[in-house]
């Protein structure tokens, strides 16, 4: 079992600078591909980024392409989001999430690809 921790949310203005993090428990980290979602008030979770097992491989949705940047270290089980020139329609509550199996060095994006979920952290950016 895996367990997922995020942090580094809060309220921001717009065009501030976020990091998040993903806490991941577990000795297998440095195998899963992970990827962080948003979903904001009223609307479906959506995806926001991804990256692979090794980190070679990197993908985002197009409304943050540019701004935001995945990494991971695998020596502290950590994934993060840096999110910069934020937009108040970039307010949501952030999740990480976690596949248990990869194939080659891709990343995914559909939200039933992954198997494990953190409990969300707020994003809030203020005009």
């Known amino acids: 079992q895996v367990q997922l921790v995020e942090s580094g949310g809060g309220l921001v203005q717009a065009g501030g600078s976020l990091r998040l993090s993903c806490a991941a428990s577990?000795?297998?980290?440095?195998?899963?591909?992970m990827g962080w979602f948003r979903q904001a008030p009223g609307k479906e979770r959506e995806f926001v980024s991804a990256?692979?097992?090794?980190?070679?491989?990197?993908g985002y949705a197009d409304s943050v392409k540019g701004r935001f940047t995945i990494s991971r270290d695998n020596a502290k089980n950590t994934a993060y989001l840096q999110m910069n020139s934020l937009k108040p329609e970039d307010t949501a509550v952030y999740y990480c999430?976690?596949?248990?199996?990869?194939?080659?060095?891709?990343?995914?994006?559909?939200?039933?690809?992954?198997?494990?979920w953190g409990q969300g952290t707020q994003v809030t950016v203020s005009p």
């Open positions: 999430a976690a596949r248990a199996a990869h194939w080659g060095s891709r990343w995914y994006e559909a939200e039933d690809e992954y198997d494990y």
């Open positions: 577990g000795r297998t980290f440095s195998s899963y591909p």
């Open positions: 990256i692979s097992w090794s980190g070679t491989t990197t």
